[in-house]
């Protein structure tokens, strides 16, 4: 059985994904985290259809789109001529600010719904830039329409969007997100500090995580609107670590063009201890933002698809908290890997 998978949005994150599923197209297993969930392989995921709307990568061959300007992910590999041509995409007047003088390939609601349908696509994985909610949404209606399951990388909170929710649970689809985790990023780095610290006796009071990176993402992150909206989503998945009410902020700071798809993140916890004595501690993380979400973009799309064609959609609250920053149920992370993985891995 193949998982077909549509992308909205070709950018440094689809990248990695693309170049994800050629690499572990055979038997190799090095950096894979889970080589099997929900019965299913790497190489049994296809992309057959992808969306963008930046003329840059529009009407591009996908292995050529992945590697187009805007894009800085690292080749990882060479990739081979494919079959799927990247296709102008939706837009409601949401355009990202990286966008900004460049001409976009706008098309209708209809254009993509038919597109889905015509290659046979199970899932629409969504992975526009921060800040699309409208776009976001009319991509969830659309993927609807054509009878796809909707995973939501973007902070873009269509999770939270009740009639969108009850749309896909009539349907029998899954809607799964919002704003996905990366493996071993910022938040889930914060989150087992804290969850260390709390662990250990100590009186949490404190702590911030200031993002600094590259690429066309981060520079629409330090919009000021998308910047506090991304920030809103950080924060509430770090403080939910913690079982009482401290002071925390987690997001973007600034943006360098030279860090490419590099991200620091600098962290700073402040508690105490044994009589009141103090303890602090400062920290930072360099990941690379594409291959950070690869790990968990292959699992949370094996596990979506299982639920998918089971009809068992009541898990779908697992894979949002294992995957995702902002699922409908926060949870702490070691419960919702443990939850994740007894359901899904093999
Ligand atoms: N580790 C990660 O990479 C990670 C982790 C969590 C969340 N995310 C989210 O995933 C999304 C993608 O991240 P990225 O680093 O690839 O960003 P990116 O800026 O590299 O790529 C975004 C792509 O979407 C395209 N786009 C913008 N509006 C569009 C529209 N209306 N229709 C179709 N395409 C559109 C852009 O042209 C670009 O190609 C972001 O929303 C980000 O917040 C990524």
Request: charged fraction near 25%; include cysteine; aromatic fraction near 8%.
């Amino acid at each position: 059985m193949t998982i077909k998978l549509a992308l909205a949005g070709v950018g440094n994150c689809a990248s990695v994904l693309v170049q994800g599923l050629k690499y572990y197209s055979g038997e190799e297993r090095k950096g894979l985290w889970h080589p099997n969930v929900a019965g299913f392989k790497p190489k049994d995921i296809q992309v057959v259809a992808a969306f963008d709307i930046d003329s840059r990568k529009v009407g591009l061959e996908l292995s050529k789109a992945v590697f187009a300007p805007p894009n800085v992910a690292k080749k990882y590999l060479p990739m081979p001529k494919g079959r799927v041509t990247v296709r102008g995409g939706i837009s409601r007047g949401d355009v990202a600010p990286h966008l900004g003088g460049v001409k976009l390939e706008k098309v209708g609601s209809d254009d993509v719904s038919k597109a889905l349908e015509d290659s046979g696509a199970d899932l629409l994985v969504n992975m526009v830039s921060s800040g699309c909610n409208t776009s976001t949404e009319e991509y969830a209606r659309v993927a609807l329409r054509a009878g796809c399951g909707f995973i939501n990388c973007t902070p873009s909170l269509a999770l939270k969007n009740n009639k969108l929710v009850a749309d896909f649970q009539r349907a029998q689809l899954p809607l799964v997100g919002d704003d996905l985790m990366s493996q071993f990023g910022g938040t889930i780095f914060h989150k087992g500090l804290l969850g260390l610290m709390v662990k250990r006796g100590i009186k949490v009071s404190k702590s911030y995580q200031l993002d600094v990176g590259g690429g066309s993402e981060t520079l629409n992150t330090i919009d000021e609107g998308i910047k506090m909206a991304k920030r809103g989503v950080k924060t509430s998945s770090v403080a939910e670590e913690v079982p009482y009410k401290f002071e925390t902020i987690a997001g973007t700071t600034d943006y360098v063009d030279y860090m490419g798809n590099d991200r620091t993140s600098y962290f700073w916890f402040q508690g105490s201890t044994f009589m009141g004595s103090g303890l602090t501690v400062d920290v930072y993380l360099r990941s690379s933002d594409g291959a950070n979400a690869g790990n968990v973009l292959f699992d949370v799309i094996r596990a979506t698809y299982r639920c998918m064609k089971v009809g068992k959609l009541g898990t779908v609250g697992e894979i949002c908290a294992y995957g995702f920053k902002s699922p409908p149920k926060l949870m702490r992370f070691e419960d919702a890997f443990t939850k994740f993985s007894a359901l899904y891995v093999r």
